[in-house]
Protein backbone atom coordinates (compact mmCIF):
# COMPACT_ATOMS: atom_id res chain seq x y z
CA UNK A 1 0.00 0.00 0.00
CA UNK A 2 1.09 3.73 -0.39
CA UNK A 3 0.61 6.19 1.83
CA UNK A 4 -2.24 8.10 -0.11
CA UNK A 5 -3.99 4.63 0.94
CA UNK A 6 -4.76 5.42 4.39
CA UNK A 7 -6.98 7.55 5.72
CA UNK A 8 -5.47 8.68 8.94
CA UNK A 9 -1.84 9.62 9.31
CA UNK A 10 0.11 10.15 12.49
CA UNK A 11 3.35 11.67 12.73
CA UNK A 12 6.26 10.28 14.58
CA UNK A 13 10.00 11.45 15.47
CA UNK A 14 12.25 8.97 15.86
CA UNK A 15 14.53 9.18 19.16
CA UNK A 16 17.88 8.33 19.89
CA UNK A 17 16.66 6.04 22.29
CA UNK A 18 14.48 3.91 19.25
CA UNK A 19 18.32 3.41 17.52
CA UNK A 20 19.59 -0.33 18.14
CA UNK A 21 23.05 -1.48 17.59
CA UNK A 22 23.15 -1.24 14.44
CA UNK A 23 22.36 2.26 14.24
CA UNK A 24 18.51 1.46 12.83
CA UNK A 25 15.34 2.22 14.53
CA UNK A 26 14.96 -0.77 16.23
CA UNK A 27 11.69 -3.24 15.66
CA UNK A 28 10.32 -2.82 18.99
CA UNK A 29 10.29 0.57 19.11
CA UNK A 30 8.14 0.60 15.35
CA UNK A 31 6.16 -1.74 17.43
CA UNK A 32 5.61 1.16 19.12
CA UNK A 33 4.89 3.66 16.70
CA UNK A 34 2.16 1.43 15.68
CA UNK A 35 0.56 1.45 19.20
CA UNK A 36 0.35 5.19 19.33
CA UNK A 37 -0.83 5.56 15.60
CA UNK A 38 -3.71 2.78 16.39
CA UNK A 39 -4.66 4.41 19.82
CA UNK A 40 -4.21 8.17 18.23
CA UNK A 41 -7.39 6.85 15.92
CA UNK A 42 -9.34 4.57 18.37
CA UNK A 43 -9.12 7.13 20.81
CA UNK A 44 -10.47 10.17 18.04
CA UNK A 45 -13.51 7.63 16.69
CA UNK A 46 -14.80 6.27 20.28
CA UNK A 47 -13.66 9.39 22.43
CA UNK A 48 -12.42 6.54 24.84
CA UNK A 49 -10.10 8.27 27.59
CA UNK A 50 -6.68 5.91 27.30
CA UNK A 51 -8.61 3.05 25.41
CA UNK A 52 -11.36 3.18 28.73
CA UNK A 53 -15.02 3.92 27.55
CA UNK A 54 -17.78 4.18 29.73
CA UNK A 55 -18.60 0.84 30.74
CA UNK A 56 -15.77 -1.38 29.24
CA UNK A 57 -12.05 -1.16 26.95
CA UNK A 58 -10.40 -2.41 23.68
CA UNK A 59 -7.77 -4.57 24.00
CA UNK A 60 -5.07 -5.50 21.70
CA UNK A 61 -5.57 -9.67 20.44
CA UNK A 62 -3.38 -10.10 18.00
CA UNK A 63 -0.74 -7.76 15.76
CA UNK A 64 1.55 -8.86 13.11
CA UNK A 65 4.41 -6.54 11.98
CA UNK A 66 6.26 -7.06 8.31
CA UNK A 67 9.29 -5.40 8.25
CA UNK A 68 10.61 -4.29 4.85
CA UNK A 69 13.39 -1.59 5.32
CA UNK A 70 15.71 -0.10 7.71
CA UNK A 71 14.25 2.92 9.53
CA UNK A 72 17.14 5.95 9.96
CA UNK A 73 17.77 7.98 12.53
CA UNK A 74 17.63 11.10 12.87
CA UNK A 75 14.57 11.80 10.94
CA UNK A 76 10.76 11.81 11.55
CA UNK A 77 8.43 9.29 10.27
CA UNK A 78 4.36 8.62 9.51
CA UNK A 79 2.07 6.25 10.32
CA UNK A 80 -0.90 5.53 7.95
CA UNK A 81 -3.98 3.64 9.63
CA UNK A 82 -6.93 2.10 8.12
CA UNK A 83 -9.67 0.00 9.79
CA UNK A 84 -10.04 -3.22 7.62
CA UNK A 85 -12.65 -5.35 9.53
CA UNK A 86 -15.66 -4.64 11.66
CA UNK A 87 -16.38 -8.00 13.97
CA UNK A 88 -19.05 -8.12 16.37
CA UNK A 89 -17.22 -7.69 19.22
CA UNK A 90 -13.96 -6.50 17.33
CA UNK A 91 -12.11 -4.41 15.18
CA UNK A 92 -9.32 -4.92 12.75
CA UNK A 93 -6.59 -1.97 12.06
CA UNK A 94 -4.04 -2.18 8.96
CA UNK A 95 -1.19 0.16 9.39
CA UNK A 96 2.02 1.26 7.51
CA UNK A 97 5.00 3.12 8.13
CA UNK A 98 6.61 5.37 5.77
CA UNK A 99 9.74 7.36 6.34
CA UNK A 100 10.15 9.85 3.40
CA UNK A 101 7.16 8.26 1.34
CA UNK A 102 8.91 4.61 1.30
CA UNK A 103 6.85 2.06 3.34
CA UNK A 104 9.53 0.32 5.71
CA UNK A 105 6.82 -1.67 7.48
CA UNK A 106 3.30 -2.66 7.85
CA UNK A 107 1.24 -4.04 10.58
CA UNK A 108 -2.42 -5.98 11.05
CA UNK A 109 -3.74 -5.62 14.69
CA UNK A 110 -7.01 -7.38 15.86
CA UNK A 111 -8.76 -5.42 19.43
CA UNK A 112 -11.35 -6.68 21.06
CA UNK A 113 -13.62 -4.66 22.85
CA UNK A 114 -14.50 -5.92 26.90
CA UNK A 115 -16.12 -5.41 29.95
CA UNK A 116 -15.76 -7.31 32.97
CA UNK A 117 -17.91 -10.19 31.45
CA UNK A 118 -15.75 -10.47 28.55
CA UNK A 119 -15.94 -9.83 25.02
CA UNK A 120 -19.05 -7.29 24.17
CA UNK A 121 -20.79 -6.21 21.01
CA UNK A 122 -20.37 -2.91 19.87
CA UNK A 123 -23.07 -0.22 20.98
CA UNK A 124 -24.70 1.25 17.71
CA UNK A 125 -23.15 4.15 17.53
CA UNK A 126 -19.95 2.69 17.14
CA UNK A 127 -20.39 0.47 14.89
CA UNK A 128 -21.56 3.41 12.65
CA UNK A 129 -18.23 5.07 13.05
CA UNK A 130 -16.21 2.52 12.95
CA UNK A 131 -18.08 1.29 9.77
CA UNK A 132 -17.34 4.62 8.04
CA UNK A 133 -16.10 4.15 4.60
CA UNK A 134 -14.08 7.13 5.27
CA UNK A 135 -11.62 5.60 7.55
CA UNK A 136 -11.09 2.40 5.63
CA UNK A 137 -8.34 2.13 2.61
CA UNK A 138 -8.19 4.34 -0.29
CA UNK A 139 -7.93 3.64 -3.56
CA UNK A 140 -4.48 5.15 -4.51
CA UNK A 141 -4.40 6.87 -7.83
CA UNK B 1 1.81 -25.22 24.01
CA UNK B 2 2.73 -25.32 28.17
CA UNK B 3 6.24 -24.07 29.16
CA UNK B 4 7.87 -27.94 28.95
CA UNK B 5 7.08 -27.61 25.11
CA UNK B 6 10.00 -24.86 25.02
CA UNK B 7 13.62 -26.07 25.02
CA UNK B 8 14.70 -23.11 25.83
CA UNK B 9 13.70 -20.87 28.53
CA UNK B 10 14.92 -17.18 29.38
CA UNK B 11 13.43 -15.09 32.53
CA UNK B 12 12.05 -12.11 32.49
CA UNK B 13 11.53 -9.50 35.71
CA UNK B 14 8.96 -7.28 34.94
CA UNK B 15 9.63 -3.35 35.31
CA UNK B 16 7.35 -0.36 36.55
CA UNK B 17 8.05 0.96 33.57
CA UNK B 18 6.78 -1.67 31.38
CA UNK B 19 3.16 -0.92 33.00
CA UNK B 20 0.28 0.62 30.72
CA UNK B 21 -2.10 2.93 32.15
CA UNK B 22 -4.61 -0.03 33.65
CA UNK B 23 -1.79 -1.26 35.22
CA UNK B 24 -1.23 -4.52 33.27
CA UNK B 25 2.08 -5.24 31.29
CA UNK B 26 1.96 -3.52 27.80
CA UNK B 27 2.19 -5.13 24.91
CA UNK B 28 5.05 -3.39 23.51
CA UNK B 29 6.91 -4.37 26.97
CA UNK B 30 6.13 -8.32 25.68
CA UNK B 31 6.94 -7.32 22.59
CA UNK B 32 10.37 -6.68 24.48
CA UNK B 33 10.83 -9.88 25.82
CA UNK B 34 10.28 -11.34 23.00
CA UNK B 35 13.08 -10.01 21.45
CA UNK B 36 15.49 -10.51 24.34
CA UNK B 37 14.55 -14.55 24.19
CA UNK B 38 14.88 -14.87 20.53
CA UNK B 39 17.87 -12.84 20.62
CA UNK B 40 19.68 -15.07 23.84
CA UNK B 41 18.90 -18.11 22.02
CA UNK B 42 20.19 -17.61 18.41
CA UNK B 43 23.10 -15.26 20.22
CA UNK B 44 23.84 -18.84 21.70
CA UNK B 45 23.71 -20.93 18.91
CA UNK B 46 25.13 -18.60 16.27
CA UNK B 47 28.14 -16.76 18.42
CA UNK B 48 26.86 -13.68 16.89
CA UNK B 49 28.10 -10.52 18.79
CA UNK B 50 24.87 -8.92 19.32
CA UNK B 51 23.43 -10.60 16.10
CA UNK B 52 26.26 -9.83 13.78
CA UNK B 53 28.55 -12.57 13.09
CA UNK B 54 31.53 -12.36 11.13
CA UNK B 55 30.35 -12.02 7.21
CA UNK B 56 26.57 -10.80 8.24
CA UNK B 57 23.74 -10.67 10.67
CA UNK B 58 20.28 -11.79 11.40
CA UNK B 59 17.29 -9.35 10.96
CA UNK B 60 13.78 -9.90 12.27
CA UNK B 61 11.75 -10.18 9.07
CA UNK B 62 8.38 -11.08 10.00
CA UNK B 63 6.30 -11.26 14.16
CA UNK B 64 3.25 -11.91 15.22
CA UNK B 65 2.13 -11.92 18.76
CA UNK B 66 -1.09 -13.10 20.56
CA UNK B 67 -2.35 -11.39 23.26
CA UNK B 68 -3.92 -14.35 25.85
CA UNK B 69 -4.11 -13.12 29.11
CA UNK B 70 -3.08 -9.73 31.12
CA UNK B 71 0.68 -9.75 33.12
CA UNK B 72 0.63 -8.81 36.35
CA UNK B 73 3.60 -6.42 37.48
CA UNK B 74 5.52 -6.87 39.99
CA UNK B 75 6.35 -10.33 39.02
CA UNK B 76 8.35 -12.48 37.03
CA UNK B 77 8.31 -14.18 33.93
CA UNK B 78 9.08 -16.94 31.74
CA UNK B 79 9.95 -17.04 27.91
CA UNK B 80 9.81 -20.20 26.15
CA UNK B 81 11.81 -20.53 23.18
CA UNK B 82 11.89 -23.30 20.17
CA UNK B 83 12.97 -23.03 16.66
CA UNK B 84 9.89 -24.38 14.40
CA UNK B 85 11.57 -23.94 11.09
CA UNK B 86 14.80 -23.90 9.35
CA UNK B 87 14.86 -22.25 5.62
CA UNK B 88 17.33 -21.63 3.12
CA UNK B 89 18.03 -18.35 3.99
CA UNK B 90 15.60 -17.78 7.33
CA UNK B 91 14.76 -19.33 10.94
CA UNK B 92 11.44 -19.34 12.63
CA UNK B 93 11.07 -19.34 16.24
CA UNK B 94 7.78 -20.33 18.11
CA UNK B 95 7.63 -18.51 21.73
CA UNK B 96 5.41 -18.02 24.72
CA UNK B 97 5.56 -16.17 27.58
CA UNK B 98 4.53 -17.76 30.77
CA UNK B 99 3.83 -16.02 34.15
CA UNK B 100 3.01 -18.18 37.16
CA UNK B 101 3.30 -21.17 34.40
CA UNK B 102 0.49 -19.72 32.72
CA UNK B 103 0.74 -18.82 28.87
CA UNK B 104 0.22 -15.34 28.34
CA UNK B 105 1.07 -14.48 25.15
CA UNK B 106 2.71 -16.51 21.75
CA UNK B 107 4.61 -15.46 18.92
CA UNK B 108 6.08 -16.55 15.95
CA UNK B 109 9.17 -14.84 14.48
CA UNK B 110 10.65 -15.20 11.56
CA UNK B 111 14.44 -14.07 10.56
CA UNK B 112 16.81 -13.62 7.67
CA UNK B 113 20.32 -14.07 7.65
CA UNK B 114 21.87 -10.84 5.45
CA UNK B 115 24.93 -9.72 3.85
CA UNK B 116 25.43 -6.69 2.30
CA UNK B 117 24.06 -8.14 -1.11
CA UNK B 118 20.69 -9.45 1.07
CA UNK B 119 19.38 -12.45 2.04
CA UNK B 120 22.17 -15.33 2.44
CA UNK B 121 22.26 -18.98 3.09
CA UNK B 122 22.85 -20.50 6.34
CA UNK B 123 26.41 -21.84 6.43
CA UNK B 124 26.28 -25.81 7.08
CA UNK B 125 27.54 -25.30 10.61
CA UNK B 126 24.86 -22.47 11.58
CA UNK B 127 22.42 -25.16 9.73
CA UNK B 128 23.46 -28.04 11.69
CA UNK B 129 22.99 -26.24 14.83
CA UNK B 130 20.12 -24.62 14.23
CA UNK B 131 18.29 -27.54 13.12
CA UNK B 132 19.27 -29.54 15.85
CA UNK B 133 16.13 -31.52 17.30
CA UNK B 134 17.23 -30.30 20.92
CA UNK B 135 15.86 -26.67 19.77
CA UNK B 136 12.49 -28.27 18.57
CA UNK B 137 9.54 -27.90 20.00
CA UNK B 138 9.26 -30.76 22.49
CA UNK B 139 6.43 -33.26 23.32
CA UNK B 140 5.10 -32.81 26.23
CA UNK B 141 4.02 -35.35 28.94
CA UNK C 1 28.79 3.11 48.74
CA UNK C 2 29.28 -0.98 49.06
CA UNK C 3 26.35 -3.36 48.16
CA UNK C 4 26.09 -4.07 51.69
CA UNK C 5 25.17 -0.45 52.42
CA UNK C 6 21.72 -0.31 51.01
CA UNK C 7 19.15 -2.49 53.39
CA UNK C 8 16.86 -3.29 50.28
CA UNK C 9 17.96 -4.93 47.25
CA UNK C 10 16.06 -5.02 43.61
CA UNK C 11 17.19 -7.38 41.18
CA UNK C 12 17.01 -6.15 37.20
CA UNK C 13 17.66 -8.42 34.63
CA UNK C 14 19.46 -6.10 30.92
CA UNK C 15 17.14 -6.54 28.07
CA UNK C 16 18.69 -6.47 24.50
CA UNK C 17 16.61 -3.79 24.49
CA UNK C 18 18.43 -1.61 26.95
CA UNK C 19 21.71 -1.73 24.82
CA UNK C 20 22.74 1.53 22.95
CA UNK C 21 24.81 1.73 19.81
CA UNK C 22 27.50 1.06 21.83
CA UNK C 23 26.69 -2.18 23.10
CA UNK C 24 26.87 -0.77 26.77
CA UNK C 25 23.72 -0.46 29.05
CA UNK C 26 22.19 3.09 27.99
CA UNK C 27 21.95 5.98 30.58
CA UNK C 28 18.04 6.16 30.03
CA UNK C 29 17.57 2.16 30.93
CA UNK C 30 19.66 2.87 34.11
CA UNK C 31 16.96 5.42 35.27
CA UNK C 32 14.15 2.66 34.23
CA UNK C 33 16.39 0.60 36.77
CA UNK C 34 16.71 2.95 39.44
CA UNK C 35 13.05 3.53 38.70
CA UNK C 36 11.81 0.04 39.32
CA UNK C 37 13.65 -0.32 42.87
CA UNK C 38 12.80 2.83 44.29
CA UNK C 39 9.01 2.10 43.62
CA UNK C 40 9.38 -1.31 44.60
CA UNK C 41 10.62 -0.29 48.59
CA UNK C 42 8.27 2.37 48.45
CA UNK C 43 5.18 0.47 47.82
CA UNK C 44 6.35 -2.13 50.63
CA UNK C 45 6.70 0.59 52.82
CA UNK C 46 3.76 2.15 52.30
CA UNK C 47 1.12 0.37 51.04
CA UNK C 48 0.42 1.59 47.83
CA UNK C 49 -0.87 0.58 45.24
CA UNK C 50 1.13 2.02 41.99
CA UNK C 51 2.00 4.89 43.95
CA UNK C 52 -0.98 5.70 44.92
CA UNK C 53 -2.00 5.54 48.02
CA UNK C 54 -5.86 6.44 49.50
CA UNK C 55 -5.42 9.90 50.14
CA UNK C 56 -2.73 11.28 47.79
CA UNK C 57 0.51 10.11 45.58
CA UNK C 58 3.93 10.33 45.83
CA UNK C 59 5.77 12.04 42.84
CA UNK C 60 9.12 11.95 41.68
CA UNK C 61 10.30 15.80 42.25
CA UNK C 62 14.33 15.65 41.76
CA UNK C 63 16.45 12.63 40.24
CA UNK C 64 20.05 13.30 39.96
CA UNK C 65 22.35 10.19 38.36
CA UNK C 66 26.18 9.36 38.35
CA UNK C 67 27.54 7.06 35.40
CA UNK C 68 30.82 5.69 36.97
CA UNK C 69 30.98 2.38 34.49
CA UNK C 70 29.58 0.71 31.52
CA UNK C 71 27.01 -1.60 31.75
CA UNK C 72 27.16 -4.66 30.56
CA UNK C 73 24.52 -7.37 28.35
CA UNK C 74 23.62 -9.86 28.83
CA UNK C 75 23.97 -9.73 32.44
CA UNK C 76 22.02 -9.24 36.14
CA UNK C 77 22.39 -6.40 38.12
CA UNK C 78 21.06 -5.33 41.70
CA UNK C 79 19.64 -2.15 42.62
CA UNK C 80 20.66 -1.02 46.31
CA UNK C 81 18.06 1.39 47.91
CA UNK C 82 18.02 3.08 51.41
CA UNK C 83 16.11 6.18 52.61
CA UNK C 84 18.49 8.63 53.26
CA UNK C 85 16.34 11.62 54.76
CA UNK C 86 12.67 12.65 55.57
CA UNK C 87 11.42 15.86 55.43
CA UNK C 88 7.61 16.95 56.62
CA UNK C 89 6.17 16.15 53.31
CA UNK C 90 9.08 14.61 51.09
CA UNK C 91 11.91 11.48 51.02
CA UNK C 92 15.03 11.06 49.69
CA UNK C 93 16.43 8.04 48.43
CA UNK C 94 19.70 6.83 47.64
CA UNK C 95 20.49 3.99 45.32
CA UNK C 96 23.40 2.09 43.79
CA UNK C 97 23.72 0.15 40.65
CA UNK C 98 25.61 -2.91 41.02
CA UNK C 99 26.80 -5.71 38.38
CA UNK C 100 29.20 -8.47 39.74
CA UNK C 101 29.57 -6.75 43.13
CA UNK C 102 30.65 -2.91 41.31
CA UNK C 103 28.76 -0.32 41.60
CA UNK C 104 28.36 1.08 37.82
CA UNK C 105 26.04 4.10 38.93
CA UNK C 106 24.70 5.93 41.53
CA UNK C 107 21.62 8.29 42.27
CA UNK C 108 19.44 10.59 44.58
CA UNK C 109 15.94 10.71 44.11
CA UNK C 110 13.59 13.46 45.94
CA UNK C 111 9.67 12.11 45.83
CA UNK C 112 6.89 14.32 47.34
CA UNK C 113 3.76 13.46 49.03
CA UNK C 114 0.62 14.92 47.62
CA UNK C 115 -2.87 15.30 47.35
CA UNK C 116 -5.30 17.45 45.17
CA UNK C 117 -3.99 20.87 46.73
CA UNK C 118 -0.39 20.35 46.64
CA UNK C 119 2.52 19.09 48.83
CA UNK C 120 0.95 17.34 52.43
CA UNK C 121 2.43 15.91 55.49
CA UNK C 122 2.99 12.81 55.80
CA UNK C 123 0.85 10.65 58.50
CA UNK C 124 2.35 9.54 61.76
CA UNK C 125 2.37 6.03 60.50
CA UNK C 126 3.82 6.19 57.16
CA UNK C 127 6.77 8.83 59.26
CA UNK C 128 7.52 6.17 61.64
CA UNK C 129 7.74 3.64 59.07
CA UNK C 130 10.20 5.92 56.83
CA UNK C 131 12.53 6.93 59.55
CA UNK C 132 12.86 3.01 60.74
CA UNK C 133 16.67 2.76 60.52
CA UNK C 134 16.37 -0.32 59.40
CA UNK C 135 16.07 1.31 55.91
CA UNK C 136 18.74 3.60 56.80
CA UNK C 137 22.30 3.28 54.79
CA UNK C 138 24.13 0.17 56.91
CA UNK C 139 27.85 0.54 58.28
CA UNK C 140 30.04 -1.63 55.56
CA UNK C 141 32.40 -4.09 56.71
CA UNK D 1 14.44 29.72 32.42
CA UNK D 2 11.97 30.47 29.40
CA UNK D 3 11.48 28.57 26.21
CA UNK D 4 13.11 31.61 24.57
CA UNK D 5 16.40 31.45 26.60
CA UNK D 6 17.75 27.85 25.01
CA UNK D 7 19.24 28.66 21.55
CA UNK D 8 18.85 24.85 20.56
CA UNK D 9 15.27 23.58 20.54
CA UNK D 10 13.97 19.64 19.64
CA UNK D 11 10.45 18.97 19.02
CA UNK D 12 9.03 15.76 20.71
CA UNK D 13 5.81 13.88 20.08
CA UNK D 14 4.53 12.28 23.10
CA UNK D 15 3.55 8.49 22.47
CA UNK D 16 1.39 6.20 24.12
CA UNK D 17 4.46 4.38 25.46
CA UNK D 18 5.47 7.05 27.30
CA UNK D 19 2.32 7.46 29.66
CA UNK D 20 2.47 6.35 33.32
CA UNK D 21 -0.76 4.63 35.23
CA UNK D 22 -1.50 7.77 36.16
CA UNK D 23 -1.85 8.69 32.23
CA UNK D 24 0.81 11.44 32.40
CA UNK D 25 4.19 11.85 31.09
CA UNK D 26 6.20 9.46 32.69
CA UNK D 27 9.76 10.73 34.28
CA UNK D 28 11.64 8.10 32.45
CA UNK D 29 10.54 8.87 29.18
CA UNK D 30 11.30 12.86 29.99
CA UNK D 31 14.73 11.35 30.52
CA UNK D 32 14.68 9.87 26.79
CA UNK D 33 13.39 13.18 25.69
CA UNK D 34 16.51 14.90 27.27
CA UNK D 35 18.79 12.30 26.04
CA UNK D 36 17.16 12.85 22.31
CA UNK D 37 17.69 16.56 22.48
CA UNK D 38 21.65 16.16 23.95
CA UNK D 39 22.45 14.29 21.67
CA UNK D 40 21.42 16.36 18.51
CA UNK D 41 22.65 19.18 19.31
CA UNK D 42 26.17 17.76 20.09
CA UNK D 43 25.97 15.27 16.98
CA UNK D 44 25.60 18.97 15.49
CA UNK D 45 28.45 20.55 16.47
CA UNK D 46 30.85 17.85 16.66
CA UNK D 47 29.82 15.82 13.46
CA UNK D 48 29.69 13.02 15.63
CA UNK D 49 28.16 9.34 14.13
CA UNK D 50 25.99 8.52 17.11
CA UNK D 51 27.88 10.66 19.37
CA UNK D 52 31.24 8.64 18.62
CA UNK D 53 34.07 10.47 17.41
CA UNK D 54 37.06 9.63 14.91
CA UNK D 55 39.17 8.73 17.99
CA UNK D 56 36.91 8.78 20.85
CA UNK D 57 33.20 9.42 22.30
CA UNK D 58 31.38 11.77 24.59
CA UNK D 59 29.76 9.87 27.14
CA UNK D 60 27.09 10.87 29.64
CA UNK D 61 29.16 10.96 33.52
CA UNK D 62 26.01 12.98 35.23
CA UNK D 63 22.58 14.45 34.62
CA UNK D 64 19.86 15.99 37.23
CA UNK D 65 16.28 16.28 36.63
CA UNK D 66 14.08 18.76 38.03
CA UNK D 67 10.18 17.19 37.40
CA UNK D 68 8.13 20.70 37.74
CA UNK D 69 5.03 20.21 36.41
CA UNK D 70 3.11 17.19 34.88
CA UNK D 71 3.35 16.22 31.20
CA UNK D 72 0.11 15.72 29.23
CA UNK D 73 -0.91 12.57 26.44
CA UNK D 74 -1.34 12.95 23.69
CA UNK D 75 0.40 15.99 23.01
CA UNK D 76 3.82 17.93 21.67
CA UNK D 77 6.41 19.21 23.70
CA UNK D 78 9.63 20.86 22.86
CA UNK D 79 13.39 20.66 24.54
CA UNK D 80 15.42 23.56 24.48
CA UNK D 81 19.28 23.11 24.90
CA UNK D 82 22.35 25.27 25.79
CA UNK D 83 25.96 25.15 26.71
CA UNK D 84 26.52 26.19 30.05
CA UNK D 85 30.41 25.45 30.48
CA UNK D 86 33.47 23.73 28.64
CA UNK D 87 36.14 21.84 30.73
CA UNK D 88 38.99 20.64 29.84
CA UNK D 89 37.47 17.23 28.66
CA UNK D 90 33.63 17.92 29.80
CA UNK D 91 30.92 19.71 28.82
CA UNK D 92 27.79 20.79 31.02
CA UNK D 93 24.60 21.15 29.06
CA UNK D 94 21.73 22.66 30.54
CA UNK D 95 18.05 21.86 29.04
CA UNK D 96 14.30 22.89 29.75
CA UNK D 97 11.04 20.63 28.56
CA UNK D 98 8.11 22.78 27.76
CA UNK D 99 4.84 22.17 27.18
CA UNK D 100 2.82 25.01 25.44
CA UNK D 101 5.79 27.50 26.20
CA UNK D 102 5.40 25.98 29.99
CA UNK D 103 8.46 24.76 31.31
CA UNK D 104 7.75 20.99 32.57
CA UNK D 105 11.30 19.88 34.01
CA UNK D 106 14.62 21.24 33.67
CA UNK D 107 18.22 19.01 33.64
CA UNK D 108 21.99 19.29 34.01
CA UNK D 109 24.21 16.93 31.92
CA UNK D 110 27.77 16.48 32.08
CA UNK D 111 29.13 14.86 29.60
CA UNK D 112 33.15 14.00 29.13
CA UNK D 113 34.97 13.10 26.29
CA UNK D 114 37.29 10.07 26.08
CA UNK D 115 39.49 7.70 24.24
CA UNK D 116 40.42 4.31 25.29
CA UNK D 117 42.78 5.40 27.59
CA UNK D 118 40.44 8.01 29.33
CA UNK D 119 39.28 11.23 29.55
CA UNK D 120 40.83 13.10 26.57
CA UNK D 121 41.42 16.71 25.75
CA UNK D 122 38.95 18.82 23.56
CA UNK D 123 40.66 19.51 19.99
CA UNK D 124 41.02 22.78 19.42
CA UNK D 125 38.34 23.06 16.47
CA UNK D 126 36.13 21.13 19.30
CA UNK D 127 36.34 23.91 21.91
CA UNK D 128 36.02 26.45 19.37
CA UNK D 129 32.81 25.30 18.70
CA UNK D 130 31.39 24.26 21.83
CA UNK D 131 32.37 27.78 23.22
CA UNK D 132 30.55 29.74 20.78
CA UNK D 133 28.45 32.08 22.41
CA UNK D 134 25.52 31.44 20.06
CA UNK D 135 25.05 27.90 21.99
CA UNK D 136 24.92 29.64 25.40
CA UNK D 137 22.06 30.69 27.45
CA UNK D 138 20.19 33.53 25.74
CA UNK D 139 18.96 36.59 27.60
CA UNK D 140 14.93 36.55 27.68
CA UNK D 141 13.72 39.89 27.00
Aim: charged share 25%; proline share 4%; with cysteine.
Amino acid sequence: MRRSSYPYVSPVIARYADVDAFLHINNVAMAQYFEDARISLLRTLLEMQQMHMGDGRVLLARQSIDYLREGRYPGSLEVGVAITAVGRTSVTVGMGLFQDEVCIAISDAVLVRLDDKGPREWGADERTVLSDPVWQPQASD
